[in-house]
Every structure is written in C-alpha cells, then in structure tokens.
T-cell receptor, first 116, second 114 residues
C-alpha cells in the first residue's frame, strides 16, 4: 500500500536554483494538494487540483507553480528558490474534492527543503 | 476567514494516563468538518478522528475521542490509556462543508513518558 509517494525526501538548494517536487498517488483519487508546513503555523495550502486537468491557488501560491501531469501525479515547482521557501512540503490526495464525506485526505511523508 | 487555535504548544503525559488536547476555531459557517491529525517523527500525517458539525454525537475511535462544543467552537481531543507510540505532533483542522476552506492549527507536541 504505497498511498501517496513524495520525492525527494530531503533537498538543499541555493538561492535562485529551481527544482520540482514530485508527488504520485496510487489510490485513483481525483483531487490532489500541496501544503507547506512551517513551525508554529500548521499546514498552509499552496495549490490544489480538484480533478485531473484543473489547478487552483491556495493560501500561499506565490513563488510556486504546479502541474497535474495525469490523474496520478501532481508536481510542485520552485522556479527561483528563496530562503523563505525553506519548509517541509506535504502532498495529499483525496477521492473527492477536499476529502468530504467518508474520504479524507491522505498525506505523503513530506519533503524537507532547505534553501541557503 | 476561519482560524484554528491550539493554545498548548507542548504537553506531556505518563504512559497509560489520559490527556486532553485543546482546539478552538472561529467560523461563521453552520455546517463544516473538524479533524485531528497526528504527525509522528516520521512526518507522515495520519487522520486520527473526524467530526461533522451537524452531528451532535461526539466522534470516537478506539482510545481517541472528542468533546465537540459547537456553540463554544471548541473541539478537544482526549487520548485514553496513552501509549509511547502516541508521541507526535497533533494538528486540529477545520474544513468548510464544500471544502472551500481548509485550515490547520499550529499543532501541539505531545510526549508520552514511560
């Protein structure tokens, strides 16, 4: 039972570098999400994809782009990394938008990203 | 905008004892969902328990139960018979009925002591 898989688990970047965080789910879920978690702030939504072919901004989208490559995969890209983007990033998925009803969101293990 | 507050940054409890984690939230909506998530050191986020606001009965899942006070906008988590494996960060979360808002609290770090 892989669930939601994120790669890489750890990454260190220099300011100005770009990188893409990968997320894949094998539960045939329609909706996928990217969050960042900073100490004392809980999770904040960056972008989400309610269904294949759609993406929408969340609470903190600036500095990020996303691609819903297919139903399984939802990637997060930092075009020009900044120290303020140092955080732990979580990908999640749910069967229907926002995990309503009896289908909650399932989370990946997270990616710890440090930008120097 | 909805907000979720967890006023206890850190808590500790002896193994086999009971502990209650507090959560309050602010919303003008009448129907919504509330969640408690557990994040152990491995960082995996795990859903512990969910409550629908339109249900008066408090949700329970084995050793985990909630005290949902809608009028007071309070949603506390009680962990009975605490186990060492319960050591983790616990996040309270609010979600609008149709998902247009999904907000997490800052978390409470719980340590279960042997």
């Amino acid at each position: 039972n892989a669930g939601v898989t994120q790669t890489p688990k750890f990454q260190v970047l220099k300011t100005g570098q770009s990188m893409t965080l990968q997320c894949a789910q094998d539960m045939n879920h329609n909706s996928m999400y990217w969050y960042r978690q900073d100490p004392g702030m809980g999770l904040r939504l960056i972008y989400y994809s309610a269904s294949e072919g759609t993406t929408d901004k969340g609470e903190v989208p600036n500095g990020y782009n996303v691609s819903r490559l297919n139903k399984r995969e939802f990637s997060l890209r930092l075009e020009s990394a900044a120290p303020s983007q140092t955080s732990v990033y979580f990908c999640a998925s749910s069967a229907d938008p926002w995990g309503t009803g009896n289908q909650p969101q399932h989370f990946g293990d997270g990616t710890r990203l440090s930008i120097l | 905008a909805q907000t979720v507050t967890q006023s206890q940054p850190e808590m500790s409890v002896q193994e086999a004892e009971t502990v209650t984690l507090s959560c309050t939230y602010d919303t003008s909506e009448s129907n919504y969902y509330l969640f408690w998530y557990k994040q152990p050191p491995s960082r995996q986020m795990i859903l512990v328990i969910r409550q629908e606001a339109y249900k008066q009965q408090n949700a329970t899942e084995n050793r985990f139960s909630v005290n949902f006070q809608k009028a007071a906008k309070s949603f506390s988590l009680k962990i009975s018979d605490s186990q060492l494996g319960d050591t983790a960060m616990y996040f309270c979360a609010f979600m609008s009925l149709y998902g247009q808002n999904f907000v997490f609290g800052p978390g409470t770090r719980l340590s279960v002591l042997p």
